[in-house]
């Protein structure tokens, strides 16, 4: 099963999508993530990335279709995969369906999660992440805090905050999502793969399950 994962910065995309991931058996592959791990790395393509992701600005579609385009070239996404953060404009919608239409596939369903503004907000400047690329739990240190602080429940490694969770770039990353996620919203809505999840209580610390619940029903 081949499923885009919609929602705003913030949404619990991310959450939901590992979530998922592990329920289906799926790869869960975030261009947040490999980014993110390019930007660790000091590689070119990282510090390139880097410096539109600082400022809250998507990285350049080319870029990010070829890394997706090789990642989906490897053997663990034959059965299907989970995607978190791509496509994130049409012209990545629709390099997404030629990729896996050479591949005899095609994107099944896209859920978008949709979640009130303040809660966002609130969540990502709240947010901290298991700095273990394995493990990359998610916290949050008002409504889902680790039981020591700065330190994952999980795996034991330090938490850490995202350079890009600062107030004025959620702002940019907050109006680029609106502006663009129309463009997909349409697209998908066209093809019938898409489900809007509104989950009752955002703010649950098990908000996250509810999403998948209401995906996988
Ligand atoms: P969030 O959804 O919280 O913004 P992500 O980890 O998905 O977090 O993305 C972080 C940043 O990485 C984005 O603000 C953007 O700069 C870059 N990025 C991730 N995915 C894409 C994409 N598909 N296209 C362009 N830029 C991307
Ligand atoms: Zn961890």
Redesign the pocket.
Known sequence: MYIVML?????G??TAAKILAKRLNLPHI???????EQIKKETELGKL?DS??????????E??INI?KDRLTWDDTKNGVIL??????KA?AEALDKILEEQGKKVDIVPELIVPDQVIIDR?LNRATCSNKECGAIYNIKYKPSKVPGVCDICGAKLVT?T??NAE??K??LE??RKNVQDLLTYYKEKNVLVSITPKDPTAENASEQAVDEILK
């Not at 929602?7 to 949404?11: E, L």
């Not at 539109?52 to 579609?61: A, F, Q, R, T, W």
């Open positions: 929602g705003a910065p913030g949404s995309k991310g975030s261009t947040g993530d490999m980014f993110r990335a539109y992701i600082s400022k809250g600005e998507l990285v350049p579609d870029l990010t997706v978190d953060g791509f496509p994130r404009t990545q990502i995202r890009d969770d770039a959620i940019n990353r680029v999502y």
